[in-house]
């Protein structure tokens, strides 16, 4: 059997051998299609891909079939454009715009931007494409000129500078002066893209620049006249005018036609010696004055003295029969400086010309009996007003560097030979010596300007310190001898450490006449004495200036910082009374009108105490301040009545009860009483509401007292009343149960009102105390205590009340009321005469 088998293996191996050899000659000898050689297998923009015995077709790139498939074959499927630009993932990118092409696309920058590779960028091209913003403000020249360049995303704008204006593609200036920038009296110039304004000659810029921009900057008048030496020259008066100044020549003098290049183009010169017609000034407050004619009422007692001393003169200067003796004269013009207390009452002007008719009236005077050849002889003459040593030059010259010395009132005069014969004197040769007693307290420092050092610095406290004197010489009045005048002045107060002393010169000018320091200097100061050495025969005196902080000015501030406080707790203490409705009663609105008046009057003294350029301005600030003092401490007044009614309510049964007293007679009496006094004080002396000084009742003349007087009398009739109070709340409180709540309310209420009564009282009552040593502290407890009034009072009225600060701290903290029941018991309370309690 195996063998058998064994061939028929091996047969049917030789068979599938024989098979197989067929199928691999037939392969071997058939070779495969290549379907892609046709053009037309695939559609366009398609690339064929051959297989074994088959092809399949790809689109291009940029392209994709119709079918959606990457790889295909057959008819019917196309190729199709790729719209790259319009996916949603911008190929170009931002700031660029993208343009398709057939199976492609084309990137290119905004105008304004670049790339790198450039525009135009296909994704076959090296690189990668970004769009950047191309700075166009680098170059030049793409902005016309005086203007900037502005760069922005992809492209830049122009701007005009200031100060030009665009027209026609180009930055015309703008001419600013067209539309007037530059304020009143200036000058405006143009520039390009800009101007400046330049004050007119005779004025100055406030900022003290003299070219400026500002708007706010206004061009002052410069006040020529102020100048030293003046632009008129000597012996002649300037007068300021708007941008300019004009030149006249005081009384006796006439103008120079040679003139002094010293003094630019104008002098005076003297005319011959006239006697009456030296002094008259042709002023405007003398034209109030005419002679045989009704003045006005408010100019009578200065037309008075003026006519007094006119009348002096017309004996002395026209009496044409006998010679008026010079000790006469004297004694009568010693009669006029005799009511230089009522100077006060004059305003500055009027106080200034009569200041300048009296020192001329006895310089003329003196004048004449040393020219009047009957009667020249050398004389001393002693008033209790004036002095006066005159000395008649004879031979006494012919020596050389002789030196006369002349005294008055403990005054000298030291004058050589050779001053006098400098004033060329025509006729008889001479000189006097004067001294005025109170005429330093009307000329006071307030008269006094200095450019270099002026009055208005605080700090520097000023007062006179010496009589006024005046020296005379016949002749040509200088004021450039050669050699000084020596003056030798007795100060009135020992100069202090701290104290300066200034010598001072009255010079006469458009307004009648101030304190000037030009033309004499200070060459020795002691303790009594003071030397002014001086180019000029002048009417002097000696100011003292106080180079340290003054006690003057501490009370300054401290009265100021003390006001604003009070003016600070007067307002909280006026709303407390308003808003507080748990406290309101009858002694609740006393207090509310109180208040009202303290703050009024401190308001108004802290604005208007100083403004005394307006003498009826002045007055009437005087006047109400009078009014709203005097009205607080009657609302005291008020009070206190109305406190003793409520103490005898308590102890008599059907007394008369306050409570019967309606709110309307209150007011009546707490304004309409001090309405009537300022009233009958107006009446009797007017003139004496606001002085040089102060917006406030004249204290020289006794005028005070009518203040004075009823706030003493309310304070006395006060302490009676509020003792009598107290008297009777003990013995009441000690004859029943001392827990009782109202009198021991009302009693509170009593102390308090006494605590007032010292705040508002007492304190004016320092300010009589201010004499003697103890001035000085006195005038600190008088101002301190005076001026922090307001502060008192709310501490008294609202924080030391128990209820004031309960409702304070419902207010602070924002807690709603107290309950009913607690606030039925308050209110009850409230209802009795004073809830004021004592915390």
């Known amino acids: 059997m195996w063998p058998f088998s064994l061939l028929l293996f091996w047969g049917c191996c030789g068979i599938y051998s024989w098979k197989m050899h067929v199928v691999s000659t037939v392969a071997t000898t058939t070779a495969d299609v290549n379907e892609c050689a046709d053009t037309t297998a695939c559609p366009a923009y398609a690339t064929c891909t051959n297989t074994m015995e088959s092809y399949y077709c790809s689109c291009k790139n940029g392209f994709l079939s119709s079918n959606g498939q990457s790889h295909f074959k057959g008819p019917g499927v196309k190729c199709t454009d790729i719209d790259e630009c319009s996916q949603s993932s911008p190929k170009c990118g931002p700031n660029s715009v993208c343009r398709n092409m057939l199976g492609r696309y084309k990137c290119s920058c905004f105008l304004g931007f670049y790339s790198p590779t450039g525009n135009d960028w296909t994704p076959e091209k090296p690189g990668s494409f970004a769009c950047t913003d191309i700075d166009e403000c680098l170059s030049s020249g793409v902005c016309p000129e005086h203007s900037d360049c502005v760069n922005s995303m992809g492209s830049y704008s122009c701007s005009c500078q200031v100060g030009f204006i665009s027209s026609n593609s180009i930055c015309e200036d703008i001419d600013e002066c067209i539309v007037k920038m530059c304020p009143a009296n200036a000058t405006c110039t143009n520039t390009p893209g800009s101007y400046f304004c330049t004050c007119h000659p005779g004025f100055a810029p406030s900022s003290g620049q003299l070219d400026f921009t500002d708007q706010a900057v206004e061009c002052r008048d410069i006040d020529e006249c102020f100048q030293d030496p003046s632009p008129c020259g000597p012996n002649s008066v300037c007068t300021n005018t708007l941008g300019s100044y004009s030149c006249s020549c005081t009384v006796g003098f006439r103008p120079n036609p040679e003139g002094f290049q010293k003094y630019g183009n104008f002098s005076c010169k003297r005319l011959p010696f006239k006697c009456k017609e030296d002094v008259i000034p042709s002023h405007e407050q003398v034209q109030q004055c005419p002679q045989g004619a009704a003045v006005k009422p408010e100019y009578g007692s200065f037309c008075a003295l003026i006519k007094d001393t006119f009348h002096i003169l017309d004996n002395v200067c026209e009496n044409k029969t006998a010679v008026v003796p010079l000790k006469s004269t004297a004694e009568s013009l010693s009669s006029v400086l005799e009511q230089i207390s009522t100077w006060s009452r004059f305003t500055k002007e009027e106080t200034s010309t009569l200041g300048r008719v009296l020192l001329e009236s006895v310089e003329s005077t003196t004048l004449a009996a040393l020219l009047n050849p009957s009667a020249n002889v050398s004389e001393t003459i002693q008033t209790e007003y004036l002095d006066i040593e005159s000395k008649v030059i004879n031979d006494e010259c012919t020596e050389e560097n002789v030196v006369f010395n002349l005294k008055a009132k403990g005054d000298e005069m030291k004058i050589g030979c050779s001053t006098i014969a400098e004033s060329e004197s025509t006729g008889t040769a001479g000189v006097a010596f004067v001294s005025f007693v109170g005429m330093e307290s009307a000329l006071d420092e307030h008269f006094f300007q200095d450019l270099q050092t002026p009055l208005g610095n605080s700090w520097r406290k000023l007062k006179m310190n010496s009589r006024v004197i005046g020296g005379i010489v016949t002749g040509e009045r200088k004021d450039d001898f050669s050699a000084p005048i020596i003056y030798t002045l007795e100060n009135i107060q020992p100069k202090g450490e701290s104290e300066r002393p200034i010598c001072v010169s009255w010079s006469t000018d458009a307004e009648g006449g101030r304190w000037t320091p030009s033309g004499c200097v200070t060459l020795k100061a002691s303790e009594m004495h003071t030397v002014c050495g001086c180019n000029r025969v002048a009417n002097l005196a000696v100011i003292m200036a106080s180079g340290e902080l003054t006690v003057e000015f501490s009370l300054y501030v401290i009265s100021h910082v003390g006001m604003i406080i009070s003016l600070v707790c007067l307002i909280l203490a006026i709303a407390t009374f308003l808003l507080c409705r748990s406290i309101r009663n009858r002694n609740t609105y006393i207090h509310l009108h109180l208040c009202v008046c303290l703050f009024l009057a401190k308001s108004l003294f802290l604005a208007g105490i100083g403004k005394t350029d307006n003498k009826m301005g002045c007055a009437i600030i005087a006047g109400f301040l009078h009014y709203l003092f005097l009205a607080c401490f009657f609302w005291m007044l008020v009070e206190a009545v109305m406190l003793f009614l409520m103490v005898r309510n308590l102890k008599v049964v059907n007394y008369f009860s306050s409570r019967n007293i309606k709110m309307l007679h209150l007011c009546s009496f707490g304004y309409g009483l001090p309405g009537l006094v300022v009233l009958i004080s107006a009446t009797v002396q007017s003139w ?123 207010w602070i903290t924002g807690k709603t009321k107290p309950s009913s029941q607690s606030q039925t018991s308050r209110i009850l309370l409230s209802s009795l005469p004073s809830t004021s309690k004592m915390g």
């Open 688 to 810: 004496d509401y606001g002085t040089n000084n102060r917006c406030w009742l004249n204290t020289e003349t006794g005028f005070i007292w009518s203040f004075l007087g009823p706030v003493c009398t309310i304070i006395t009739v006060n302490c009676i009343l509020l003792t009598w109070a107290l008297y009777i709340l003990r013995k009441k409180l000690s004859s029943v149960n001392a827990d009782v709540s109202t009198l021991k309310d009302t009693r509170l209420l009593t102390f308090k009102a006494f605590a007032q009564l010292f705040v508002l009282g007492c304190t004016w009552v320092l300010g009589i105390f201010q004499i003697g040593p103890i001035a000085s502290v006195m005038a600190y407890l008088f101002t301190i205590t005076n001026s922090l009034q307001g502060a008192f009072i709310f501490l008294i009225h609202c924080l030391l009340n128990h209820q004031v600060r309960e409702e304070y701290r419902r």
